[in-house]
């Protein structure tokens, strides 16, 4: 799927984090991307506000950004709710965050971009 830079409404992208072994599975989900006011938006004061209330914001824009995922937990899908997010690993919830926001690229996109300059440079 191409990423772009314009984002129409009902647009979607495709996450995936690649397995840290003794840490977390992989996690591959679907997603909106965020547009840059509701990035501002939940960053405003960021440095002024308690950690509760960074969780909460984060949270709640995974929540509404998040089409789908493939986490399960004693092989039942888990659903896209505050009280799991509340209890994902770090990792897991800041790569999501990260993801959505475009502030880093999924891992098989960089794995995909690794790919095409090593092939470049062989050319």
């Keep these: 799927m191409a ?4 984002i129409e ?3 979607t992208e495709e996450g995936f984090i690649k397995e840290v072994p003794g840490i977390h599975e992989e996690v591959r989900f679907k997603f ?3 547009l840059a006011s509701k990035q501002r938006e939940t960053l405003d004061r960021w440095h002024e506000i308690k950690s509760e209330v960074k969780s909460e914001r984060i949270n709640n824009l995974i929540k509404e950004q998040l089409v789908e995922w493939d986490l399960t937990f004693n092989k039942k899908l ?4 505050t009280k799991i997010l509340e209890r994902l690993k770090q990792p897991v919830v ?4 990260n993801i959505i926001t475009s502030t880093d690229k999924s891992d098989e996109e960089l794995k995909k971009v690794l ?3 090593e092939e470049d440079a062989k050319n």
């Design 78 to 81: 888990l659903p896209i709710e």
């Design 9 to 11: 409404d009902g647009y």
């Design 3 to 6: 990423t772009r830079a314009y």
């Design 32 to 34: 909106r991307p965020v």
């Design 94 to 97: 800041d790569r999501i965050f």
């Design 115 to 117: 790919k095409q300059r």
